[in-house]
């Protein structure tokens, strides 16, 4: 008798363990982890055409490096109002960072920005970051901090 309700708490006490597991894994997948992503607008300088908008730069045809050549994370969105490629800033501590973004094989341009780390983030986005400035070289480009933005100007 004393062998059966032991059996029959104990497999009461798993069940309860198997699903408070199960309620503690994360799912991100409907969270949007907009504070860590930088924007950068592609412009041809003659036309005043975005080139994420009209189909001349894709996903495809965009790679992005960072300072230690490894390629970055980003993302290009062509449906919204002002088209642009999304790079992901991802960090540990406060740092500068460096891109190299190719476009195609017709032009490139690298950026180079000091981030600082704002907050502990959470699971799904990571850390919260802030930009605390942002060079251009290699393109004109009007820079916008505040909203985490870019306008390059592409010849």
Known sequence: MYKTITVLLLSLFLVQCESSTESTTTDCSAE??????????????????????????????ITIFDEDSMNAAFSVNATEETPGIYLSIDILESQEKSYTVNLKTDAFFTMDMFIEKTGEGSVCCGIDTEIDS?????????????NKTVTVFIL
């Open 32 to 61: 949007t982890c907009l504070s860590n992503n930088f924007k950068m607008i592609i412009i041809d300088e003659a036309s005043g055409a975005n080139l994420i908008e009209n189909g001349t730069y894709t996903a495809s045809n």
């Open 134 to 146: 942002i060079s251009v070289s290699g393109s004109t480009s009007e820079i916008d901090i505040a």
